[in-house]
Each structure stands twice: as C-alpha cells, then as structure tokens.
C-alpha cells in the first residue's frame, strides 16, 4: 500500500496553469505506475493521464492532450500534473492514484490507492 498526498490546486483564470504534485509514501514508488483523474460536480470520476512506473511513457485523455504533462520523479517519489491553458471545462477534484502494474490503465477500478485530492476551479 502507498499513501498519497495531492497539493497545488486552487483558482486561476482561463488561459493560466497549475502544476499538481502527488507525494507518496509507503511502498518502493517506482514500482508503481501513476494516474491522475478528476471529478466534476455532478460527473462521473474521468481519467486524466497516466505514466508507467519503468519507461516513463505517458497517457492522456483527448480533452488535455498538448496542454497537460503528467510527469514523475522517483527520487522524490512525485509524480506531477502540469496543466497549461486552463479551461472552465477543466474545473474538478483531481485525484492521483497509484497502481501496482506494469502498464497504465485508464480505468480507476484497475488502480489501488487514492489521494484525497485536490480542488482546481478555473474561472471565464
């Protein structure tokens, strides 16, 4: 088990950016691939991007494409979520999550923990 802590949301205006840390504690990090999901209200949790816990590759849902960059630093046992040109359509709890596999999923119920997450309003 891995115990996750997001930090780094908050208010910004459309068009700004964000950067999401998610810092992990517990079980050897690098062994576990890493995801980022959002919620918004009234909505179904959504499948933001992923990263693979060897290669580094990473994954994203159409809607961030070119504007969100997950990315991981296992020394710090971090992984982030850059979020450039900001959208009200992006307002969410974002979510990290952590799963003990060796490729990355965009399903939530294939992932085994979750931060508590974090709030991200954009404003028009």
């Known amino acids: 088990q891995v115990q996750l802590v997001e930090s780094g949301g908050g208010l910004v205006q459309a068009g700004g950016s964000l950067r999401l840390s998610c810092a992990a504690s517990?079980?050897?990090?690098?062994?576990?691939?890493m995801g980022w999901f959002r919620q918004a209200p009234g909505k179904e949790r959504e499948f933001v991007a992923a990263?693979?816990?060897?290669?580094?590759?990473?994954y994203y849902t159409n809607s961030v494409k070119g504007r969100f960059t997950i990315s991981r630093d296992n020394a710090k046992n971090t992984v982030y979520l850059q979020m450039n040109s900001l959208k009200p359509e992006d307002t969410a709890v974002y979510y990290c999550?952590?799963?003990?596999?060796?490729?990355?999923?965009?399903?939530?119920?294939?992932?085994?923990?979750w931060g508590q997450g974090t709030q991200v309003t954009v404003s028009s």
């Open positions: 999550a952590a799963a003990l596999r060796p490729v990355v999923s965009t399903q939530d119920y294939n992932y085994d923990d």
């Open positions: 517990g079980r050897t990090f690098s062994s576990y691939a």
């Open positions: 990263i693979r816990r060897a290669t580094g590759s990473t």
